[in-house]
């Protein structure tokens, strides 16, 4: 069969060069491809990710501006707060924010941000009042700052939040209670009409339903209790026998907070009294343009004795 053939050394080298520099180009073929890929992949992912960033940014935004309280927000929050005070569920154990955020057309606030400003406008009232500190009061946000009010506002808020507190919580779910408002006195500072008892659970509805805000308006006015029928019909009553009495309208387009004035004379006509008026006048300028007359007069010299004079020409 004669002697194995086996290349050359340089053809060998020849070849193995040639597979390397094949290998290079398919490799860098390759490795251009995944680049090329990448690319295209990051260009994609970029305005996601720009837009994730950027939709972050705008709740950060959002968010900041939520927990910041302007001067007006404050001033609603410590009207409805001193004035209705707070609802707690508890049944969800925990606050009702949705009345109290009507309102105060706190629209925008979360719960969350009205429950830890609520705490922390309970802590500033107790500093004030000079009052030991609670547990709830570690609560509250370092970052909230609340300027403090005078103590007077402060004692008198903290004990209309707990009067309302009680009796939505308490009073009004007790089970023996109507049988304790049976035992309610009548007092000279109420009305005739007042009925003792049936009265005093609608002041009790009225006062956590509406606050104690205008009560004139919102309690008495309110169609679920008996306060301005009762009313009614004690002023159709005596207005029968003193058609005088004033009748109590209910808050519109001609509601004023001042009672109506009763005469206590008889009035007398508008043009008898127009016409003494008219004279009354007429003899004021009189007497005074005779008075400027008598000062605008020059006052003449005083004659001297016709006596002196004769005796003067002898």
């Known amino acids: 069969m004669g002697k194995l053939y086996w290349p050359h050394t340089s053809a060998l080298t020849t070849r193995l060069r040639r597979l390397i ?50 001067r007006r927000e404050e001033a609603d929050f410590y009207r409805v707060v001193s004035t209705f005070g707070i609802v707690f569920d508890s049944v969800k154990q925990n606050f009702d924010w949705n009345q109290f955020r009507a309102f105060a057309r706190l629209d925008k606030k979360s719960d969350e941000s009205l429950e830890k400003y609520f705490n922390c406008f309970v802590a500033m009232c107790r500093r004030v009042c000079r009052m030991t500190s609670k547990p709830d009061d570690d609560l509250c946000d370092l970052a909230t700052v609340i300027e403090p009010i005078t103590e007077e506002r402060a004692s008198r808020t903290l004990y209309r939040i707990e009067l309302l507190r009680k009796i939505r919580e308490q009073v009004l779910n007790h089970p023996q209670l109507n049988e304790r408002l049976k035992l309610c006195q009548p007092s000279l500072d109420l009305p005739e009409w007042w009925e003792c008892g049936k009265h005093d659970r609608d002041l009790l509805v009225g006062a956590a339903k509406h606050g104690v805000s205008r009560t004139d308006y919102h309690i008495l006015n309110d169609p679920d209790l008996s306060f301005l029928e009762a009313h009614r019909n004690f002023a159709q009553n005596r207005g029968s026998t003193h058609p005088n009495m004033p009748i109590l309208l209910p808050p519109g387009s001609s509601y004023s ?39 605008n007069e020059p006052v003449e010299p005083e004659e001297k004795p016709v006596k002196q004079e004769n005796d003067s020409e002898t």
Do not use: F, H, N
Request: zero cysteines; glycine letters at 2%; aromatic letters at 4%.
């Open 257 to 295: 907070d001042t009672p109506p004035i009763m005469p206590s004379s008889p009035v007398r006509d508008e043009k008898t009294g127009e016409q003494e008026e008219i004279k009354s006048v007429k003899v004021e300028e009189m007497d005074i343009k005779e008075e400027a007359k008598v000062k």
């Open 21 to 70: 520099t094949a290998y290079q180009r398919s490799y860098k073929r390759q490795q251009m491809r995944q680049e090329a890929q990448l690319k295209t992949d990051r260009r994609r992912r970029r305005p996601r990710e720009e837009v994730r960033a950027l939709e972050a940014e705008r709740e950060a935004i959002i968010t900041e501006r939520r927990q910041k309280w302007t």
